[in-house]
């Protein structure tokens, strides 16, 4: 996903003379390019994520638009005032580009996690919070958050994760992106969870003999209500699939929504990260495990829940 | 009359504003505001280009109130130019009134940012200046910081980015009037040598009496003309509440607002009475 957001921020800066890139010492070569090409639009910031966040807030303001990049949580948490006052408050159009979001840097402990990041964000008066799926919706993000008058968070992962799209998708803010379609049970997957939720419903087929629906919910704020709406009046079971805590994120998100609804049909399975620090070393994959967040736990929860 | 008496008569017309402000709205860090009069008149009068004709432009200098809380003195300069109408500053604090205690974003011509938070607005200049480069726009701009808000870490962030970026038509002015909100600033944090560490962080720096107009207004005059590729920081000294000898280096006015007898002898202190 790195990737593909470094080969975006060229093309867009190629035809944008607005867009600026500011990172936080991380990437090493991986904006060379960018930087042969445009080194007036580049800015190493240094390990000082507060500054680098008041900096593009300074340069949005002048009709620049600054596109800030560092690992997800220094990018927030380090900077969460910066965001809220100089960015939020003053309704400039910064996008915060978060790399190796959620458990990505597993193995580099729980000070590299961010499994609270999209609820503390999505807090903030203004903020559009946007959890691409693959490579290839990476780019249709921030092409998407280039077009979009505010404050926009970006939450990507690392490098190497399955690419579900084969072709760029059209990504409109706000507008959950239907996957796949099936019956009783939909699955809303975002960021780098979608995969995975396709994964359990295809076990979740072969187990129960029908296929649930799968749904890129790339957007947790300004949160699909429409769909929603259609969705829990549709459907029996609706779960929602993040590598983010339970409390605050897209399930989160939903469940407000849903506390506000009457007669919702469908009942809700919110599966993220628990409230906890990981404290055991871990790998990506004992990470999720720990959490429960592979195919085969998500389909055993969707199987003793749904029956 | 010379200029500099005519720049002093017009900072001990501004100390009565902020004075008067504070009676009537009980808006605190009065003193805080009185201690930053001289270098608010140094900045917009003979240094920086920002005028009712050109406030609305790209164009303008900025004077960046980063010390937010003394907002009373910035609006009393915006009025005093000519940019907001006077009868406004009676409103502060006041429900439905465009004047906050401290600045909200964009709420009248001339205030550049929200800075009630300490250790935002050095960072959020640095950004302007820089857009300002790319847009080959010939801007310059002055940060007023207080001493206590060299506390925040992300000040020196900012310190060691704006060298590094070349920013000679950038300065920082810190009204250093050696107080912070409930102490001594220099107990409560090491800030000496606090010169040092400006010039240590890639800053030309220097020291001037922040209650000489004609001083403050060289160093800031040389600073800009330096071109050399460098930001520079003048470090002002000053006295919490000048101007008003019972506000005068008395931290209390930090929090006090005058009442109505408190009032009477300020203006006649001040000669406005």
Redesign the interface.
Known sequence: MRNAFAQEIFDLAASDERV?LLMGDIGNRLFDKYRAQFP??F?N??V?E??M????????????R?VCYTITPFLTYRSL??IR??VC???VPVILVGTGSGLSYASLGATHHSCEDIGMLRLLPGMTVLCPADALETKSCLAAALGHPGPVYIRIGKKGEPAIHSERPLVQIGHAFPLRSGEKICLLGTGVMTHVALAAADLVSVREGFSPSVVSFHTVKPLDEDFLAQTFATFDLVVTIEEHSILGGLGGSVAEWAARQQGLRARLMALGTADEFLHETSTLKSARRHFGLTPERIADRIDDSFH | MNPGSDLAALATRLRGDVVKMSHRSHVSHLASALSCVDIVVAAYWGVLDVTAENVGSRTRDRFVLSKGHAAPILYAALARLGIIAEETLTTIGQEGSPLAEQPAPYCVPGVEWATGSLGHGLGVTIGILLAARLQKNPVKAVVLLSDGECNEGSVWEAAMFAPSRGLDNLVVVIDFNKWQATGRSREIMALDPLAAKWAAFGWHSEEVDGHDIQALQSAMRAAFARCDGRPSAIIAHTIKGKGVSFMEDDNNWHYLTPNDEQLARALEELGLA
Do not use: K
């Open positions: 600026v007036d639009r800015f910031c240094g000082a507060a500054n966040v008041s900096v593009a807030a300074g340069l949005a303001s002048e009709g620049m600054p005032e910066q006052v100089d408050y003053h309704q």
